[in-house]
């Protein structure tokens, strides 16, 4: 159980608020225990002017928790994974930027969970004790407590496992959307998927076996076949064992999910099926927005692909705030069942004031900025 301490709450409001630009199975806790108990300021981890290093720009501030406006909230953040999101914002590479600062300085974190501690007086779709979840971007999450607007946060039923809700929104709806919305799929179909260790593919394996569907998972040639991560895959391939056509032979491979893009992606794209459909959600191989993929003429005119491209946000904005509500409240219940299980993490204590906690978070940091830790563990803060 995570343990709270409730502090001072003082009338000066300390956080302002800047512009948005327009344009599992195993877990190794990384624990560092505080000798004294959680400091009694609340504290997170902010950047300045973006940096091409995500470690040398993020570093860990104190500061003094406001009091809620009439259509505010006091929260808690409970946990808060390290996504990719996260290191494009501090590089100056996402075009929505922190809503909140501290001190001069933008506060990480686009996902979490939190608890609600106290209300505004005009607030009335949260009370103290709720379980909450980001519905907006750029909310700071990356610290112990904030003052949100009501509005930017979405509840969720209570969850035993706060660690695996904290992936709500970043992975397992995305995970989720790719299966439901993507194309229509029936119990036999087969997926194949690059990236296969990733935290959505891991979550893409579960959701499409509750289908009745199945998944090849693909990893690079320097990946373990037998990571845990692995495990639930029906099938695992390295990217040279692509051409294995006996072991793909006759399976109707009917969708492709591919978050690695360039030579990776069209080689993915030629094992889909006739009528297939083929998504992209992501470019872990670098290259920006000119970066580029080939495409032979029998994949277009004789297999008829479909090509698509897939953003969580517009999935999301697809769904009113009543319907997403009840989607997490139907996962948050897969998840207590043990229907839907954690994905293999890193789980690091927050512990601000033990000494070298600030070099782990740096080396979290760079283990997940590094571009060849493709399909790499996740780290996750545990406030």
């Known amino acids: 159980m995570i343990g709270r301490r409730e502090i001072p709450v003082p009338e000066l409001r300390t956080e302002s608020l800047i512009s948005e630009i327009k344009p599992e199975f195993w877990v190794q806790e990384l624990v560092v225990r505080p000798h004294s108990g959680r400091s009694k300021m609340p504290s997170a981890l902010v950047f300045g002017k973006p940096d091409g290093k995500v470690s040398e720009a993020i570093h860990i501030v104190e500061y003094a928790a406001a009091r809620p406006n009439s259509d505010e909230v006091l929260v808690e953040w409970l946990a808060a994974p390290i996504s990719p999101i996260d290191l494009m914002v501090v590089v100056g590479k996402y075009p929505v930027k922190p809503k909140y600062s501290v001190h001069g300085e933008a506060i ?3 996902d979490g969970i939190a608890r609600v501690l106290t209300c505004g007086d005009q607030v009335e779709s949260l009370k103290p004790g709720d379980l909450v979840v980001p519905n907006a971007l750029g909310l700071g999450t990356w610290r112990t407590r904030a003052v949100l607007n009501a509005k930017d946060l979405l509840r969720i039923p209570t969850v035993a496992d706060v660690v695996m809700a904290a992936l709500l929104k970043g992975a397992i ?3 989720y959307f790719l299966i439901e919305d993507m194309r229509s799929l029936r119990p036999g179909d087969w997926i194949i998927q690059n990236a296969g260790t990733g935290v959505i593919s891991q979550l893409v394996v579960q959701f499409a076996h509750l289908r009745g569907v199945k998944v090849i998972s693909v ?6 076949v037998h990571l845990p991560a692995l495990q639930n895959a029906d099938i695992v391939l390295r990217e040279p064992e692509l051409p294995a056509t006996d072991v793909l032979h006759g399976k109707r491979i009917v969708l492709g999910l591919d978050s690695v893009f360039g030579t990776a992606a069209a080689k993915l794209a030629s094992y889909i099926s006739n009528h297939g459909t083929f998504v992209n959600y992501g470019q872990l191989s670098g290259g920006g927005p000119s970066a580029s993929m080939t495409l032979d003429h029998r994949l277009l005119f004789f297999d008829r692909l479909t090509f698509r491209s897939f953003r969580g946000t517009e999935q999301t904005a697809s769904r009113s705030k009543e319907e997403l509500e009840d989607l997490c409240a139907w996962l948050t219940h897969l998840i207590d069942e043990g229907m ?4 293999e993490i890193d789980v690091l204590e927050w512990a601000p004031q033990v000494e070298g906690f600030e070099r782990r978070v740096h080396d979290a940091l ?4 590094d ?8 780290t996750l803060l545990k406030f």
């Open 366 to 369: 760079d283990r997940a900025q």
């Open 371 to 378: 571009s060849a830790a493709v399909g790499s563990r996740k």
């Open 219 to 224: 990893v690079r040639d320097r990946q373990d």
């Open 340 to 343: 839907l299980t954690r994905p």
């Open 173 to 175: 709806l995305p995970a």
């Open 108 to 110: 990480a974190g686009f």
